[in-house]
Nanobody, 120 residues
Framework: QVRLVESGGGLVQAGGSLRLSCAAS????????MGWYRQAPGKERELVAV??????ANYADSVRGRFTISRDNAGIVYLQMNSLRPEDTAVYYC???????????????WGQGTLVTVSS
């Protein structure tokens, strides 16, 4: 089985920065796409950023130029968030597409979520 553990959320003033991390642990799987989604109160979950296995990144228009997604070979995906705004306040979820060499199929996994609060 694959387990995801997120960290890095918190409270920050507008204009500040935070870095989120999501670590995948387990065995017998290959990580394909890694990404971050967020869900603000009363709103639907939305895509923030994704990075492919070839490290090609795509961003939502609302965060492009302020957020940077990256990944390493240890199964960790990061989201560096700069110039934060109050409207970035949300619960952030990491999302992974992995191929299980046990089940021989692709699985979509979600982290437990981490709260980011940006005060004005």
């Amino acid at each position: 089985q694959v387990r995801l553990v997120e960290s890095g959320g918190g409270l920050v003033q507008a204009g500040g920065s935070l870095r989120l991390s999501c670590a995948a642990s387990g065995s017998r799987f290959n990580i394909n796409r890694m990404g971050w989604y967020r869900q603000a109160p009363g709103k639907e979950r939305e895509l923030v950023a994704v990075v492919s296995s070839g490290s090609i990144a795509n961003y939502a228009d609302s965060v492009r130029g302020r957020f940077t997604i990256s990944r390493d070979n240890a199964g960790i995906v990061y989201l560096q968030m700069n110039s934060l705004r109050p409207e970035d306040t949300a619960v952030y979820y990491c999302n992974l597409l992995v191929y299980s060499r046990v089940d021989l199929r692709t699985l979509e996994l979600w982290g437990q979520g981490t709260l980011v609060t940006v005060s004005s």
